[in-house]
């Protein structure tokens, strides 16, 4: 049965480790991410963007294929499904299909209206027992055609945001989505120990998980980050695997075009990923 994210979160504040969230594209993903969790005996968040949500037909299929999935595959570790980077109406439509958490990026927005749009989410997701996500400074790249600069957000911001009764809060400290440059400066800490000191318990999310050296992952653990995003790199993982199963010529060999052959490689490339940043994040045995 899905959760919301809320208790996972505030036990990971607490224990000094961070939850993955670990975006879903397809069937593939779904199962790899799944299996990978209860093999580790760690909480997990399958991340849905609105692209994603679309692609896929509607969050309503989405939902339906990872409730089967809990159940046929007997999945037994905390398992939240939550919108990712939702606009305000993708928000209704996740809380409508049965999502167990929902991220509202109003990052984009005057602080005035980040704030009102996220007051009237905070009562909707306390009435359906969900958990609700806010983000505040903008994350650098881009995310299903939202480009962000990578702003560090304003503690001040962010404890206006908080207060409003959120289950954790994305703020940003300079990190990007998709993969880093040669020239990045890495994370501000500095930003993050300030919204650190002004939000106490709240659970505080990293997006762009994907390429962050080690060492930065484990301070900003230390500094109350509690959830961490990982998409690209399992996209990555699951492109590359591919590729060298195909060049190898293996898709020619008897029934290798077969789909569930020719994306295997690729799974097990993401269960490998999902393994090791679960490691990383300190989750395995905090099921």
């Known amino acids: 049965m899905l959760v919301s994210a809320t208790e996972m979160l505030k036990k990971a ?5 961070a939850v993955g969230q670990f975006n879903i594209n397809n069937l593939e993903w779904t199962k790899a991410i799944l299996q990978t969790a209860q093999e580790c005996n760690s909480p ?69 209206e980040n704030v009102a749009k996220t007051t009237e989410l905070v009562k909707i997701v306390k009435e359906h027992g969900m958990s609700l996500e806010a983000e505040v400074g903008s994350i650098g790249g881009e995310e299903d055609g939202v480009i962000g600069a990578g702003e560090c957000a304003d503690p001040k911001e962010c404890k206006m945001i908080a207060d409003l009764g959120v289950d954790f809060l994305a703020a940003g400290i300079g990190n990007i989505h998709g993969k880093y440059p040669a020239n990045w400066k890495g994370l501000s800490f500095e ?8 939000t106490g318990e709240l659970p505080l999310v990293l997006h762009g998980g994907t390429g962050i050296p080690a060492d930065q992952i484990k301070k900003a653990i230390d500094l109350g980050v509690s959830k961490i995003n990982v998409n690209t790199e399992c996209q990555l993982a699951f492109a590359d695997a591919t590729r060298k199963y195909i060049e190898a010529g293996k898709d020619l060999e008897g029934k290798g075009f077969d789909p569930r052959k020719l994306l295997a490689p690729g799974a097990e490339a993401i269960k490998a990923t999902v393994k090791e940043k679960m490691e990383l994040f300190g989750s395995v045995n905090k099921a």
Do not use: R, W
Not at 13 to 17: L, V
Not at 66 to 80: C, F, H, Q, Y
Not at 191 to 198: N, R, S
């Open 44 to 112: 997990v968040i399958l991340g849905v963007s609105e692209g994603a949500g679309k692609y896929m037909t509607g969050y309503k299929t989405v939902v339906g294929m990872v409730n089967g999935m809990l159940e046929e595959l007997n999945i037994t570790v905390p398992v939240a499904l939550h919108l990712d980077h939702g606009s305000y109406e993708g928000c209704l439509k996740c809380v409508e299909a049965g999502f167990s958490s929902i991220m509202f990026d109003g990052s984009h927005y005057p602080i005035e």
């Open 13 to 17: 504040k607490a224990g000094h480790y």
């Open 191 to 198: 930003t993050l120990a300030a919204v650190q000191e002004l």
